[in-house]
């Protein structure tokens, strides 16, 4: 894929650093594949982002929202009491991850949970009142005002 210079825009505009961010970040090299992830949309304004993370538990799980950033991670904690064995075939991932979301504005996470090896976190877009749209209702018996004025 190309690579596109938005430099001259950070010159010239104000206000856009996040949108430019996510730009320079869509344009970037591929990421990692691992885990592997879904984005389903569940209702018109709830979404859930389902990672399959085989292998991992609650404990070796980090969730964390900041400033419109989703990270999961995951890292597997040392286990001192499991006997020593031999593994002949490693099929199954279990290498420390971290897998960040771009949020929208007013997106919210509710809640997480962890079933059948998918780790389930679930988003939910929630518009304050004072950024929804608003109706405003035009008077039956109106009349436009009529300035007087002088022709000069």
Not at 17 to 40: H, V
């Amino acid at each position: 894929m190309r690579h596109f210079d938005l430099s001259p825009l950070y010159r010239s505009t104000i206000g856009f650093d996040r949108i430019f961010s996510l730009l320079d970040q869509a344009t970037g090299p591929e990421a990692t594949t691992y885990p592997p992830y879904n984005i389903e949309r569940t209702d018109e304004n709830a979404y859930r982002i389902a990672v399959a993370v085989a292998g991992f538990a609650e404990p070796d799980l980090s969730i964390e929202v900041k400033e419109n950033t989703l990270t999961i991670s995951g890292e597997k904690q040392a286990d001192g009491h499991v006997a020593k064995r031999e593994v002949l075939h490693q099929g199954i991932a279990a290498r420390a991850f971290v897998r960040r979301f771009q949020l929208a504005d007013h997106v919210q996470v509710t809640g997480a949970s962890l079933e059948n090896g998918l780790l389930h976190v679930e988003l939910v877009r929630e518009v304050p009142e004072a950024k929804k749209p608003r109706v405003i209702p035009i008077a039956a018996n109106s009349q436009a005002k009529v300035l007087e004025a002088t022709a000069a």
